[in-house]
């Protein structure tokens, strides 16, 4: 069934790993209102390793690059969400680094929550986002919440993270990730220790990106101004709320 809303208001939150995306995106449906939101995780849109191998050898397989992801069913999935479909999609189990037997169904919301570390790769998702969010943190920060991460939630090992980190995560982030931050609408530094995101001074700046859409400013902390901008790649610290905004330039490999 169709949704009876207008369009659906998609929010795409991207960064490296251990960045924060999926606590702010978290934080964001929380906000919001989590009977308005759908949260979508592009982790379960990873494409099955071979079960013939070993889990130590599915567990080495290189899950950082693009091509790692059901690029086409990510993009159909948000774009029936978009269009006010109902979907459902697999859900991926990453102690077993397969899909499971699973599913998730997920119906049309008014908001539609990315959360990715490609969620900005894809030129066709790209174009069906309304505001995307690059979340920064530092290597050494990032690297110490995946470890902490992967060890608690994914059954990993200490070693095998660290080898992992070096020989696949890291160069991935640098060769697809990072380049991606130059097209998003906001970036985020998040180098605190607590993850604590100024939702105020984030949801000011997504009001500003989007000043046409009236039913994210009602939902926001704050009413941006009539003459708004269409600002593009803002820099914001999400943790003073009194900060100014600036613009950063960067070259980007991506086109808009």
Same mark, same amino acid.
């Given at each position: 069934m169709a949704f009876a809303r207008s369009k659906p208001f998609i929010?795409? @939150?991207?960064?490296?790993?251990?960045?924060?995306?999926? *606590? !702010?995106a978290k934080l964001l449906i929380k906000h919001l209102g989590s009977d308005k939101c759908a949260l979508i995780l592009m982790d379960n849109f990873y494409l099955s390793a071979n079960k013939d191998t070993t889990?130590?050898?599915?567990?080495a397989h290189n899950y950082d690059k693009p091509s790692a992801i059901d690029a086409d069913m990510f993009y159909q999935t948000l774009?029936? !969400?978009?269009?006010?479909?109902?979907? *459902? +999609?697999?859900? +991926?189990?990453?102690? *077993?680094h397969d899909r499971s037997l699973n599913c998730k169904h997920q119906a049309p919301k008014e908001f539609i929550i990315v959360d990715g570390i490609f969620a900005l790769h894809d030129s066709r998702v790209r174009a069906l986002i309304d505001v995307s969010i690059y979340v920064d943190a530092s290597k050494d920060i990032a690297f110490i919440r995946r470890l902490l991460r992967d060890?608690?939630?994914?059954?990993? *090992? @200490?070693?095998? @993270?660290t080898m992992q980190y070096q020989a696949t995560v890291r160069p991935g982030y640098l060769q697809y990730i990072l380049p991606t931050r130059s097209v998003a609408n906001l970036v985020i530094d998040n180098n605190h220790p607590d993850f604590a995101f100024n !939702?105020?001074?984030?949801?000011r700046a997504i009001s500003k990106c989007r000043p046409t859409h009236t039913h994210l400013c009602q939902a926001s902390f704050y009413s941006p101004a009539k003459t708004a901008p269409? !600002?593009?790649?803002?820099?914001?610290?999400p943790h003073d709320a009194a900060s100014s905004l600036s613009l950063e330039q960067m070259n980007s490999p991506y086109p808009r």
């Open positions: 929010i795409a @939150v991207t960064g490296g790993s251990g960045s924060g995306k999926s *606590t !702010l889990l130590n050898d599915r567990a774009q029936s !969400l978009a269009k006010g479909l109902a979907v *459902t +999609y697999p859900i +991926y189990d990453f102690k *077993t060890v608690s939630e994914r059954g990993r *090992t @200490v070693e095998s @993270v !939702l105020q001074a984030i949801m269409h !600002l593009t790649n803002e820099r914001i610290n």
